[in-house]
């Protein structure tokens, strides 16, 4: 820390991880009783407007004067903030969110815990550091994250609860930005167990889409871990402990969009994938949710049973999922985020399925790697030696694959009594 500086303190998730034993990816510092000209004399450089927030000449860690914030309007953006040289350590660590993030470390190592973070930290509780939490909608989200990054172990007090449904109910949260929500929802879904996010924020209403799956019955033959919610989160949790990237995790979570409005419109689930078209789209709309996460989401609902039944499928209608559905020899990355999202579809089913092997997967793969060895070149030579042209090429190129498919399911067919049982999962 720098010496020129009296009272420097490192503050929040720096000193939680340290306690935690945990790395910590950046290094936050409060400042007491000094004032944004000091800090520029001494080669600091501000950054922002909302607040004095300065970076360090050399380190580049952020060094941030002493604050406090009253609220004076509505949303993220409604606050009053004091950031003069009277404001206080402790008034400063009362402004965060949780307990475990409201502490500070002096330059000798001491730590300063007003809020009794430490005791929280140890009893894996995430508790409010003070009623100030309900002023502000996206901490209802980032505990809900933080709860996803440490896991089951780990719980909200009652509390705490308490003052997140007071969020909702004061209409706080409909004014939370779409892009902080999904800000938040992004880094959810990247942590080590992104259903609890989701659990956390059940009943408040934000994700009207992932509320509506409770109670929807499936099933049970296929389905034995209940309704449909459960099963999203078991597929969701899948997607997650076996460290599929975040957009894979995206289509497990909104794989089945489409199954609460079937059951309520139509008493049943047949068409849910189509269905879930629509409502995806319209999710992704509202939250502003990035069209590589969009695209792979809607392809997974259109097509993941397609992939289920792949084994029973004929040569035009396989040619159908991987090529003119997935476009998978443009697409092989996003094709296999598609396939590893199938298999935690059919593994998230509780505990007799988790396990179970899905060679649907690498079945697909093979597929696509007979169509990639075909040598287009030549046929569309052929094509034009033979007189054809335009959309004619086309058609000849389309004929020469659906003639691969069938060669390889032909051979594949030869050699079944080599292969396991593929029932539909």
Same mark, same amino acid.
């Given at each position: 820390m720098n010496n020129k500086l009296n009272k420097v303190y490192? !503050? @929040?998730g720096a000193v939680r991880d340290s306690l935690l034993g945990r790395q910590s990816k950046d290094k936050d510092y409060v400042v007491v009783g000094e004032t944004p000209a000091t800090l520029i004399a001494l080669g600091y450089q501000p950054v922002g407007s909302d607040f004095p927030v300065f970076l360090h000449p050399k380190t580049k860690d952020e060094y941030a004067l002493a604050r406090t914030e009253r609220k004076s309007g509505k949303g993220y953006c409604g606050f009053t903030v004091d950031a003069s040289t009277s404001v206080t350590l402790e008034e400063d660590l009362a402004r965060r969110d949780?307990? &475990?993030?409201? #502490?500070?470390m002096d330059a000798k190592g001491n730590i300063i815990d007003p809020f009794n973070g430490q005791a929280d930290l140890k009893n894996k509780i995430l508790r409010h550091t003070t009623d100030a939490f309900a002023e502000d909608p !996206?901490?209802?989200l980032r505990i809900a994250r933080f709860l996803a990054r440490f896991g089951e172990q780990w719980s909200i007090h009652p509390d705490t609860q308490a003052l997140m449904k007071q969020l909702k109910e004061s209409g706080e949260l409909a004014h939370l930005v779409p892009e902080r929500v999904w800000n938040e929802t992004e880094k959810a879904l990247s942590e080590k167990h992104p259903q609890l996010f989701f659990q956390a924020l059940n009943g408040l209403a934000l994700f009207p889409e992932i509320e509506s #799956?409770? @109670? &929807? =019955? +499936? =099933?049970?033959?296929h389905h034995p871990e209940g309704d449909v919610y459960i099963h999203t989160m078991l597929v969701l949790k899948r997607a997650a402990d076996l460290g599929f990237d975040v957009e894979t995790r995206f289509a497990a979570l909104t794989h089945d969009f489409g199954k609460a409005y079937c059951h309520q419109q139509y008493g049943n689930l047949r068409g849910h994938e189509q269905i879930g078209i629509k409502i995806i789209n319209e999710f992704c709309e509202r939250l502003k949710v990035p069209n590589k996460f969009k695209a792979l989401a809607v392809l997974t609902s259109d097509n993941h049973t397609r992939c289920h039944t792949l084994f029973e499928l004929t040569p035009k209608k396989v040619h159908k999922l991987i090529v003119e559905k997935m476009n998978a020899i443009v697409? =092989?990355?996003r094709f296999l985020q598609f396939l590893q999202a199938c298999l935690c579809d059919? +593994? @998230?089913r509780g505990e007799t399925f988790v396990n179970k092997d899905y060679p649907q997967l690498q079945f697909a793969q093979s597929l696509l790697n007979a169509l990639n060895q075909l040598d287009k070149k030549a046929i569309v030579q052929r094509a034009i030696s033979q007189g054809k042209s335009g959309p004619h090429i086309g058609t000849a190129m389309r004929e020469a694959e659906i003639n691969c498919l069938?060669?390889?399911l032909t051979e594949f067919k030869n050699n079944e009594n080599k292969e396991p049982n593929h029932e539909n999962n």
């Open positions: 490192l !503050v @929040g949780l307990t &475990i993030n409201s #502490m500070a !996206v901490r209802a #799956m409770q @109670g &929807i =019955p +499936q =099933p049970e033959k697409h =092989p990355h059919a +593994q @998230g069938r060669d390889y």
